[in-house]
């Protein structure tokens, strides 16, 4: 049988796969001697991967801080993405401190990830997030904060014969989960191992008896009886890649990024939708978090327990949607 043709897409998201291979390599031969300066070229890897995939409009900068609109100041992160309307004198002046309203995505970078930074970015995630107003009016506003949060790594420190990297970052992203996100908006976006995989937050809006009608005995009695939501971290890897087999995480970074930022801005939606028919984005799986309806304001809770939520090709934009980010 004839091979199956490779989508040019997927050779570029390989060649970008193996230069940031080439970069861990450079970088670990000057790690010890100068762990600062590895971390700094690191951060600016990942800056130049998304200068050159995310759309012009935005610009990727390094180092500072996120300041509220009431006065309060994030912990230093790593990498900002802002958007088009951010002021371009405070950029040209060199400025640290970012205006939230302008970042729309901040990123922490690791050089070899370990099980405390996954803890250590959970809780500056929900820093982070704490900085926004909380919104209101539709289960995607009251589901995600206006930023997005991710923790970017160029490797990972599971590599002898018996470890078990997946099950590991898999195990630790649920318990710093559970330990530090008191509602579905603080879950961290993002966290991308360059040469392993990408986890990525994924909300189902409302799970209900009512979904089953004539099969209420469908829905699991451990579940809360008026209905819940869900919260999830689906690990896309080459082990659960057995779909389309031309997996990359970088492939899954930037199609799950592309689109978290498409929900905020219209302008990236037919891109988008061309990197999902592609594929790059891979498959994946991963468990659930039971969230009860009491996170809904109460506008938004009577009409997705009567269920009134869209569902379908029609609704891949609509705020109302049962799913997000979990297609």
């Given at each position: 049988m004839p091979k199956e043709k490779t989508h040019d897409l997927h050779d570029f998201m390989q060649q970008l796969q193996d230069r940031m291979a080439a970069h861990y390599k450079q970088i670990q031969k000057r790690a010890t001697e100068d762990p600062g300066t590895a971390g700094d070229q690191g951060e600016e890897n990942w800056a130049e991967l998304l200068r050159g995939w995310l759309p012009r409009t935005y610009e990727v900068v390094t180092k500072g801080r996120i300041i509220s609109q009431d006065g309060d100041v994030s912990p230093q992160v790593d990498v900002l993405v802002l958007k088009s309307i951010y002021p371009k004198q405070l950029i040209d002046e060199g400025q640290k401190i970012f205006l939230a309203a302008g970042v729309a995505a901040a990123f922490e970078c690791k050089t070899t990830l370990t099980a405390a930074h996954i803890a250590e970015a959970m809780e500056t995630c929900v820093k982070i997030k704490s900085l926004y107003p909380v919104r209101e009016g539709t289960p995607y506003k009251e589901l995600h904060s206006p930023i997005i949060y991710g923790l970017l790594a160029q490797s990972h420190s599971w590599k002898s014969p018996k470890s078990t990297p997946e099950k590991?970052?898999?195990?630790?992203?649920?318990?710093?989960?559970?330990?530090y996100v008191s509602h579905p908006r603080e879950c961290l976006d993002l966290l991308c191992i360059a040469d392993l995989g990408t986890w990525i937050s994924s909300k189902i809006t409302f799970f209900s008896p009512r979904m089953f009608p004539g099969n209420e005995w469908a829905y699991p009695k451990h579940l809360e009886p008026d209905g819940v939501a869900l919260s999830s971290y689906i690990g896309h890897t080459d082990s659960y890649d057995n779909q389309f087999n031309q997996f990359t995480p970088i492939g899954t970074l930037i199609s799950d990024l592309s689109q978290r930022l498409a929900w905020e801005d219209s302008t990236l939606r037919d891109l988008v939708h061309y990197y999902q028919t592609t594929h790059i984005d891979g498959t994946g799986k991963g468990e659930s978090r039971i969230w009860p309806s009491s996170i809904y304001s109460k506008e938004v809770r009577l009409r997705a327990e009567h269920p009134q939520l869209s569902s379908g090709p029609d609704a891949k934009w609509d705020e109302w949607k049962v799913c997000f980010f979990f297609e």
């Open positions: 590991n970052i898999e195990e630790k992203l649920q318990a710093s989960d559970k330990k």
